[in-house]
């Protein structure tokens, strides 16, 4: 356990600036303010293993890349078993988790009030790596665009995913992701699912934006309490259609 106050540049992190070992059972309760591009809870950049942590408490920034356990996330890094509460604030690539992932993360959970401009999300800001079974419960408020329940900006994969909390976008917000384009890898939304409201111009119950090269699949948005009838992928259910093991016939339950 760790109650911290910290306000510094550079990678900033309570834990640690930069981490290549190994964090693991770490609960920290704690206030940061910054002006590194670089900011999270635990580590600010990541390149080995954090399982099994808590953040809860204030991350502001005046610039980006910020998140809630970690502010960037590099593709050899893991992040597992964690959960962020609290707030989370910056410009851009802003997320409950990770403000931009490259890396694996899986089985998180965060239920955090996210703030900033462009590419925030629930999980993170920007994915350009894989997420897989985590959730968002929290809110989500982007003042331009690319605002997503799981992630801002897709350019990665999502999978085994839930968003339950509202998404605020300028525009371009969408309950699962905002964007979801392909890059340099293999671009998926998979048996994923979000009941968030989503609002703002240009917006959809899944995903805002969907390129014809990037894939969605068994994948679904409420639309009652999306407020959204349209998305660029996915299908829409009422909430009585949601509770129906059926809607999720080709998930595998175990």
Known sequence: FIDATISAKGYLGIVAGQNSGSITNC?????????????????G????????????????????????????NENVGVISDSVASGNVQGTSNIGGIVGRNYGNI???YADNSINGEASIGGITGTNQGIISSSI???TATG?????GGIAGYNTGGIANSIASGTVIGASNAGGIA????????????????SLCSVNGKDSGGLVAYNDSSAVIQNSYWNTETSGMLTSDGGEG??????????????WDFG
């Open 106 to 108: 899986k089985y998180l």
């Open 178 to 193: 905002g964007y979801n384009i392909t890059n340099t890898i293999a671009v998926y939304i998979t048996n994923s699912y």
């Open 237 to 250: 259910k009422t909430t009585a259609e949601m509770k129906l093991k059926s809607t999720y016939a080709d």
């Open 136 to 138: 968002f419960s929290g």
């Open 27 to 43: 609960y920290i309760e704690g206030a940061i303010t910054g002006t590194s591009y670089i900011i999270g809870g635990i580590v």
């Open 45 to 72: 950049r990541n390149l080995g293993i954090v399982t099994s942590t808590t953040f809860n408490g204030s991350i502001i920034s005046s610039s980006y890349n910020v998140g809630g356990i970690i502010g960037y």
């Open 143 to 147: 003042t331009s665009y690319r605002v």
